[in-house]
């Protein structure tokens, strides 16, 4: 099913041009102004850094990864321990925010020894540090290749999950960055 | 002078002229001779034999100046420094050098050229169109006094004097008592021939932050050598264990051909192995070399970056005793300011943000502490009063002491203004300490003066000196001595980058408290704990002070107490109690680094650092920590007794402890359960913590003032009907309106209540208890 057809925020044309009936145009320009790079992204193809979450695969936006670590000594929040923000961890020299995937996404925690890499998200301003158990791959996915995410999911997921993507190992979830960054923003503001 | 000859294009700050304007370089010019004339005029030679070369620095000042305008065309300017010059000239001819109204023209005549250097080049000519009037009146009073001088027959420089025209006395020599005395001449040429460049702060900071990285790189490092070594050790335990087993094979009485090719492939094969033992221990030794090296160079890396942010407290003298002077000229009356401890570090950043709080308290001493002439010859006191500036290191802070030697705090009429402001009924007052007296002087808008002059009472009062020092992480204390004086105490940071600290365990996590907010360290055991009430006491060093867990201040799991414990005691006198935490992990320097700002609502933290082996470390507010002990005592009584309480809940937030008191204790005693919090983030995190009837703010508050916190209130749908109270010093009309504008119930000027008015708003805004 092509989205594009019943949705105008969703854009499938290869040629990048939208397909926009008239009186859609006056949203479509508040929407181009808010949200420009999901669109440019939209249009084109995009890669994404593939890592798991216990036995979830997810997946960000590599653009949006400045970089990977091994996991750093962290200290914990005070009153924060159960928020989606809830330690400082130490990265070559610098203190950065580190934020529970696993909660912020309803996922069951996993042992600490499971915990191989950190990713270190960068959008809008904020900069997050991501424990997950692995990276596997950086996938270059064509947007004809995102399958929709279902319309039916609760939590966070409508806001986060951008869409649904497969490959040989199976289903991996595509979460968009900045969308992750605003969550978290909100967590801790 | 020298360095600017060797290298055409140089100047004698190490400044690159060859891109510059003439005007620009003018301006670069008149920064330097302003500062030589200012020095100069306020600091003239006690030794009358030093008089020659003083003036003739003077001179050479003021004629550098003249020659500089004419170049770039500035006429007024150009006859401003002819007047200087002339001045200076003909006092040397007479031989007299007397401080006068015509200094305080000079000095001025200086602020116009260091006014012009800091203006842009297209700036310059309009700025001295603009002050055309203000030139040629500081021009004539320069010549005027130059030609109604006396001509005496000795130079004099004895009469330099802080005394006003009008009562023209001699009362001795402005003295700065450590501060050198640099001729014009030395003051000029004094930068030497180091280049300095301009570096943003940000530049540094990343600096720093990489230096630190390759610290922490460095310790891995020697992990790393660490694990070599071991490596080292269990491959010669190989190496043995297979000698052994060549041993034993060779010590068999017979050996086919089959055990003998075997012993002899061991043989090569432990030949083998003794040569990579051999590259493994030169390895393992280059490696150690390496590391030695890397790890000296990283931390002289580390300490030269977190040096360039040092300085010492010289550059700022001079415009303390400007400003003293100054007061002096301006108050009518003679007043000598002595600094000692010019030498003492502090962060750049540290001085420029105690300039205005140093300034004020400067003012204050001289325009409140400090008595008429009379009253002092009649008190037996010497005529000029004395002003002293003590800059010193003390466990690992920075104390900047500001004292004078005039009448001293007189506590029983303060005590008086406290009750005629409705601070404090009497019965409440009469109990007051000296200690908590002097915390009214911190109140946004008190005064124990009902006469504002233009130098105090001007708005700016010692509450924004403790709000300014204590944004720095530091804290203010006040002595008195009626009749003796007074004396201020900053207790500072002497770097806002590196705080000496005590490191504790609370939690299985390390968290930091800055030494300069520790009065002492105890063990305690079960033995010295006394219950009172629903609080847990000790009596330590002969006071009795309540014992809080600190894991509980935190919002951690509070470990299962033992028969011994460790307690850091925060605060003094009266707000002084002991924290007990897990463990005390010892004293360390530590580079601070800010918080994220997004997590500026983190109770009780005030900084974060990392320690030398890579683990992060938050530092706590120790102010808050100290001064928050209603909050903690809420705590232990909440977890003493669990039943949900059905009386009227009243959040205060109010940052002055004092009010603070006032008001928690008034609702308490009418039946009201009262949350106190100690600012304006304090506040909307106590609010999100819990549920309230009423919230009382005042507005004036650190972090988030009370007008914001209101609209973050408001903004809340839970929270748009909540009750709000402002209670504040602020009085005018344009104030209660943005009260009221945000949302405010009701507005009460704090000089205008009294427990009576205050409890009939509140049960008329929520009813009875």
């Known amino acids: ?189 | 002078v020298c360095a600017a000859r060797r290298q055409p294009g140089v100047n004698t700050m190490g400044q690159d002229l060859s891109n510059l304007s003439l005007v620009s370089l003018f301006r670069a010019e008149a920064t330097v001779h302003a500062a030589t004339l200012c020095q100069g005029l306020l600091d003239p030679p006690a030794d009358p034999g030093q008089a020659g070369p003083w003036f003739e620095g003077l001179m050479r000042a003021g004629h550098s100046l003249k020659g500089a305008a004419r170049i770039v065309g500035l006429e007024l300017l150009v006859g401003l420094a002819h007047a200087l010059e002339d001045r200076i000239v003909r006092d040397q001819q007479l031989g007299q050098w007397c401080d006068g109204p015509h200094v305080d023209a000079m000095l001025e005549a200086a602020d116009i050229f260091a006014e012009v250097a800091v203006r842009e080049d297209d700036e310059v000519q309009p700025w001295l169109d603009q002050h055309a009037s203000r030139i040629q009146r500081l021009q004539t009073q320069i010549m005027a006094h130059a030609v109604a001088a006396p001509a005496p027959a000795a130079v004099d420089m004895a009469c330099n004097t802080a005394v006003p025209a009008e009562a023209p006395a001699k009362v001795g020599p402005a003295q700065v008592a450590a501060a050198p005395a640099p001729t014009p001449a030395a003051s000029s040429s004094g930068a030497g021939a180091n280049r300095v460049v301009k570096l943003a702060a940000q530049t540094l900071d990343d600096m720093l932050t990489q230096a630190r990285e390759a610290l922490l790189v460095d310790e891995a490092r020697e992990r790393e050598a660490q694990d070599l070594q071991r490596f080292s050790r269990r491959w010669r335990q190989s190496m043995s264990a297979l000698d052994q087993v060549i041993a034993r094979l060779g010590q068999r009485a017979t050996m086919d051909s089959t055990v003998q090719a075997v012993v002899s492939e061991l043989s090569d094969l432990r030949q083998g192995m003794g040569v990579n033992q051999d590259l493994l221990a030169a390895l393992s030794v280059s490696h150690d070399r390496h590391i030695r090296r890397g790890r000296l160079a990283a931390r002289q890396l580390y300490q030269s970056v977190r040096r360039t942010r040092m300085t010492t407290l010289d550059g700022a003298i001079l415009a303390w005793r400007r400003q003293v002077h100054d007061l002096g000229r301006r108050l009518g009356r003679p007043i000598e300011l002595s600094v000692h401890g010019q030498h003492t570090l502090i962060d750049r950043d540290v001085l420029d943000r105690i300039e205005s709080p140093l300034n004020h308290l400067l003012g204050n001493a001289a325009d409140h502490g400090l008595e008429s002439v009379e009253e002092r010859v009649a008190a037996g006191k010497p005529a000029a009063g004395q002003i002293t500036v003590r800059a010193r290191h003390v466990k690992g802070q920075l104390l900047l002491e500001v004292s004078d030697d005039g009448r001293g705090i007189n506590l029983d009429a303060l005590r008086q203004r406290v009750q005629e402001r409705g601070l404090a009924s009497p019965e409440v007052a009469q109990r007051l300490s000296d200690a908590e007296l002097y915390e009214f002087l911190f109140l946004p808008g008190f005064s124990t003066r009902s006469a504002v002059s233009d130098i105090s009472g001007r708005g700016v009062g010692l509450d924004v000196v403790r709000t300014q020092v204590q944004a720095l992480g530091g804290a203010v204390r006040v002595s008195s001595s009626l009749g003796q004086g007074s004396r201020f105490v900053l207790a500072l940071p002497i770097s806002v980058s590196v705080l000496r600290v005590l490191l504790v365990q609370v939690d299985a996590e390390v968290y930091a408290i800055g030494l300069q907010d520790i009065e002492r360290v105890e063990r305690l055991s079960a033995a010295d704990l006394l219950p009172m009430g629903a609080q847990t006491c000790a009596h330590i060093n002969r006071a009795v002070m309540p014992v809080v867990s600190l894991a509980s201040q935190l919002g951690l799991p509070a470990a299962p107490a033992g028969d011994h414990f460790a307690v850091v005691v925060v605060g003094e006198a009266e707000q002084a109690r002991a924290l007990r935490v897990d463990a005390l992990l010892g004293e360390r320097n530590i580079g601070l680094m800010p918080l994220d700002p997004r997590l500026g609502g983190l109770r009780h933290v005030a900084a974060a650092a990392i320690l030398d082996d890579g683990t992060p470390v938050l530092v706590l507010d120790a102010h808050r920590l100290g001064h928050d002990q209603e909050h903690g005592l809420s705590n232990v009584i909440s977890e003493a007794s669990p039943q949900p309480n059905p009386r009227k809940r009243v959040l205060v937030v109010e940052d002055s402890f004092t009010v603070r008191e006032v008001e928690r204790q008034v609702l308490t005693a009418a039946g009201y359960e009262v949350d106190a919090r100690v600012d304006g983030e304090d506040g909307w995190q106590g609010l999100m913590a819990g549920h309230f009837d009423l919230m009382i703010t005042d507005i004036d508050m650190p972090k988030l003032n009370g007008i914001d916190l209101l609209r973050r209130v408001r903004a809340l749908p839970a929270h748009r009907e909540l009750p709000v109270m402002i209670v504040s010093y602020k009085d005018s009309a344009a104030d209660r309106k943005a009260g009221l504008d945000a949302g405010a119930d009701r507005y009460f000027v704090k000089s205008g209540f009294d427990d009576r008015s205050l409890l009939a708003a509140v049960a008329d805004l929520i009813g009875e208890p």
């Open chain 1, 1 to 189: 099913m092509n989205p594009a057809a019943e949705d105008p925020r969703v854009n499938s044309a290869p040629t990048g041009e939208l397909a926009l009936r008239p009186e859609w145009r006056a949203e479509w320009a508040e929407r181009l102004a808010e949200r420009p790079q999901a669109t440019v992204q939209a249009a084109q193809r995009a890669r994404w850094m593939v890592f798991g979450l216990g036995s979830m695969r997810c997946a960000l936006p590599a653009s949006l990864i400045v970089r990977t670590h091994v996991p750093g000594p962290t200290h914990q929040l005070p009153g924060r321990l159960d928020s989606l923000v809830p330690a400082l961890v130490q990265l070559e020299g610098r203190l950065v925010l580190q934020a529970d995937l696993f909660k912020s996404l309803g996922l069951p925690a996993v042992a600490p020894a499971a915990i191989t890499r950190v990713l270190e998200l960068q959008a809008q301003g904020s900069t997050y540090a991501l424990p997950v158990c692995d990276v596997s791959s950086i996938a270059d996915i064509s947007v004809c290749a995102v399958e929709p995410a279902p319309s039916t999911l609760g939590g966070p997921w409508p806001a986060l999950l951008q869409g649904l993507w497969r490959d040989d190992s199976g289903l991996v979830s595509l979460l968009g960055g900045s969308q992750l960054c605003a969550l978290l923003d909100a967590n801790l503001g």
